[in-house]
Structures are given as C-alpha cells and as structure tokens.
C-alpha cells in the first residue's frame, strides 16, 4: 500500500469523475500515468504542479491523503492506481502542516538542513523549488521560477521573486511577498500581509483583520474576510509607457465590499471579477 496526497477541484471533482471522502474507488482496465487510472502524488507539494493553489474561479483548490491500496505505477512525481482510498479533506491548514512534515521527514537525518523548531531559515535561488515550515518565526525565501513556499507556524515570513510562485500560510500575523508575476498567495491565519508586485497576482485573506496589496500590472484578484483591508493598482499605456493610474484601498465592511469575493481595480473602482 502506498500513502499519498491528491489535489482537486471545488466538490472534490478531478478530471471530471466525482470523489467523495472517506471512500474507496476502483479503477476497471489498464493504469497508465496521466492517461488512465487513480492518480496521486508522494509529496503534497508535488499536487500543486497539477492544480494551482488557487483555480481560475478563485477557490482554493481541495486537498486529500490518500492510500492507494491496489496496483500503482509511479513516473517522476505522480503515481497512478486501480484501487485508492480517499481521507478527509486538509484544509490549507493541514495541507501545510502535510507538506512540512512530508518533507521534513525526508531531510531529518541530514545535520546540514534547517530545523523545524523557532526561527528556522530556509533559502533556495534554484526553480522549482519546495520550502516548508511548521515552526514559529520562520523565514522562507526563493528567487527560483515555481517556486512552491508553505509555513503553518506564527510570524512566518515568506518570500519569492520568481515566477508563478505559490505561497501559503496557516499560521498567525505570517507575512508573505511576491514579486514575480502570475504568483498566487493565500493565508488562513489572522493578522496576515500579504503583497505582491507581480503581474496578474491573486491574494486570499482567509483570515480576520488581515491585508493584502496586489499592484502588479495586469489585472491582479484580491479577496477576504470581513474586517479585511484589501489594495489594488490599476496601470494603463500613457505616452507609450506603462504607468499606474490609480491606486486604491479599502476595508471590506460585507456590503459595499463583500466578503469572500474577488475584486479587480477598473476606471478607479473596486469591481467584482465575474
């Protein structure tokens, strides 16, 4: 038998064949990867190079461990069965947590590598880079392309400058920055920054009396909770240079900003992104 994780889109659909928690499935006919069969992937963090942390639509993509309990084939990072077992959805926050303790385990009995415990520092310039954290305090940095960042801890602070970066934290008062473009930041925990200079950036405040800027050019998405202070730059072409034209913030009270919803900057004004 062989543990792994699974990523979804909203419902717990993948593919368009409907799973449901805590039940078995079986595939009938050959396995093959990304062609037929139940598929999966070791490391958490690997599911997100198949499903963006966050979809198209905005929603955060849904998460499961796993247990392929019949036949498997593996080719690089994913692994496909005729027969898995799917647990209880994670959560960003005990997706996190699954993705520190995953890759903790596989570097715990290297001196070399970062503990887990308070004020760890993790840095990486390669791309495609994994960083987990599950301690307080900690600092994540990379300067690669793809890079995937994740903290469950306090004070975390995590950064990238590469490209179609994704961060995310569960933890309290986490500060996450991104100046590549097409990055996409999300945090469960309260009291959050998040920032993003990138192009065509998206920022989920999941947490209360959190705050969030996305002034990229390009159209950037930024949504939260009630509570939440929310920024946006508009750019536009003024005498053949790209140049902002409006920066704007504000609170979301639940009424004029709702909740929960994305918002884009257009001619100066929060609007809803359909």
């Known amino acids: 038998m062989s543990k792994g994780y699974k990523a979804f889109g ?47 639509n905005g929603d955060l993509t849904e998460f499961t461990e796993v247990e392929a309990v019949g036949d498997v084939k593996t080719e690089d990072n994913k692994s496909v069965t005729n027969k898995l077992h799917v647990g209880a959805k994670l959560g960003l926050p005990g997706f996190v947590k699954a993705s520190f303790d995953f890759l ?19 840095a990486s310039s390669g ?3 994994q960083l987990a954290s599950s301690g ?6 990379s300067s690669g392309r793809y890079a995937q960042l994740a903290s469950s801890g306090r004070y975390a602070q995590l950064a990238s400058s590469g490209r179609h970066a994704q961060l995310a934290s569960s933890g309290d008062s986490a500060r996450l920055a991104s100046s590549g473009d097409s990055a996409q930041l999300a945090s469960s925990g309260r009291h959050a920054q998040l920032a993003s200079s990138g192009d065509s950036a998206q920022l989920d405040l999941k947490g209360s009396d959190s705050v969030g800027a996305a002034i990229g050019s390009g159209e950037n998405r930024i949504r939260g909770t009630v509570g ?11 005498d053949d240079r790209l140049v902002p034209l409006c920066v704007k913030t504000v609170q979301i009270d ?8 994305w918002y884009k900057l257009e001619d100066g004004q929060f609007v809803v992104v359909e």
């Open 10 to 56: 909203k419902g717990l659909v993948c593919r368009n064949f409907q799973y449901k928690e805590n039940e078995v499935f079986e595939h009938t006919g050959r396995i093959e990867p990304c062609d037929s069969g139940f598929h999966f992937c070791e490391n958490p963090l690997d599911t997100l190079d198949y499903y963006p942390l966050i979809d198209r």
């Open 104 to 122: 903790w385990e596989k570097c715990s009995s290297n001196p070399s590598e970062p503990d887990s415990g308070f004020n760890a520092q993790l």
């Open 127 to 129: 791309d495609s880079a």
């Open 136 to 141: 307080d305090s900690a600092r994540l940095a």
């Open 228 to 238: 939440c202070w929310i920024t946006l730059a508009e750019w536009g072409w003024v």
């Open 254 to 261: 639940g009424e004029v900003i709702k909740a929960d919803t």
